[in-house]
């Protein structure tokens, strides 16, 4: 029965959620979960923490080569799907001692779109057709402990903020956000869950400190885990081109993302649950990497956009 090892470069949370629709089916195809090897800042062990499809996540190391050899090699495998067109992690397959090794062209990543290209490459070599749409996969008990934990009912909408972004082009100002929070609020009774990290402790404080603070919590201080189970409770999510967003959409929520400064076409389109916002001027083919358009995404656009997502 084979073996495999699926590898993956990219180091965005929202990267390996994209991902990992194709993850699955290679799992299906062979009729086995696989092991993923991914860098520890696509949060792969909390994405596929309950996946049938992954029986396991080895960290890939930035700079080593021999280390992750050490690692892979007394596993096994036989072959890979390496979603890159890296040499570096081709030789590292090789030198594990895997003889079947499917991997993107050499030197043919560089400007192509992201899920097209992962969404190719598999079905290329699985001889069929994939959905792009991913999944992630929750565990009931976790869903009901967090459910009377934060006492999340049907009394409210209960709204996924992903006011965090990679970096400050691709962020929304938080003003508009809590400007965004008191309108919605006006015309739904909200619960809005602060859907960032550790390093945007500045801007949650600024939400928290306003006039909707009260209605709102923060995921600053969970683990990626921690917060799975309680967005898959809400409503909806309002988001920048941010990991939470990507989360949200593959627990099946209409999520509502802001592109300013990324390329709608490899994060947005992929998804069935994705509605997408871009600047005015743009379109979402024009929209990319250095659009700068944080300052020209419609307030009213995304007022009555969220609003008719919740009715």
Request: glycine share 6%.
């Amino acid at each position: 029965m084979s073996k495999a090892l699926v590898i993956i470069k990219s180091m965005g949370l929202g990267d390996i959620i994209i991902l990992s629709a194709y993850i699955d089916e290679i799992s299906k195809h062979i009729n086995k979960p696989v092991v993923v090897l991914a860098q520890k800042n696509t949060h792969a062990n909390s994405i596929f923490k309950h996946s049938p499809y992954v029986e396991d996540v080895i960290e890939l190391n930035k700079k080593g080569f021999f280390s992750i050899i050490d690692k892979i090699k007394p596993k096994g495998f036989d072959q890979t799907y390496i979603f890159s067109d890296s040499i570096r992690l081709y030789l590292i397959s090789r030198f594990s001692g895997i003889k079947k090794n499917f991997h993107y062209a050499f030197f043919s990543k560089k400007g192509k779109n992201f899920f097209k290209t992962a969404k190719n490459f598999t079905q290329d070599i699985l001889k069929k057709e994939i959905e792009s749409q991913p999944k992630i996969y929750c565990n009931s008990k976790e869903v009901e402990e967090a459910k009377l934990k934060f006492s999340i009912s049907n009394n409210k909408k209960n709204i996924v903020a992903g006011i965090s972004a990679s970096g400050p082009t691709k962020r929304w100002d938080v003003k508009n956000y809590i400007k965004l929070f008191e309108e919605i609020n006006k015309k739904f009774p909200s619960r809005f869950f602060l859907a960032g990290g550790p390093n945007d402790e500045n801007i949650i404080q600024e939400v928290l400190n306003s006039s909707i603070g009260e209605n709102c919590l923060s995921f600053s201080k969970m683990s990626i885990s921690q917060t799975i189970p309680i967005i898959s409770l809400c409503d909806i999510s309002i988001s920048n081109d941010t990991g939470f967003g990507h989360i949200s959409s593959a627990l099946g929520l209409r999520s509502l993302f802001l592109f300013m400064d990324s390329p709608p076409l490899s994060y947005g389109v992929y998804s069935e649950n994705i509605s997408i916002i871009v600047p005015d001027g743009e379109s979402i083919e024009s929209c990319s990497h250095n659009t700068r358009g944080k300052n020209k995404i419609s307030f009213n656009e995304v007022l009555n956009k969220a609003l008719e997502l919740l009715n």
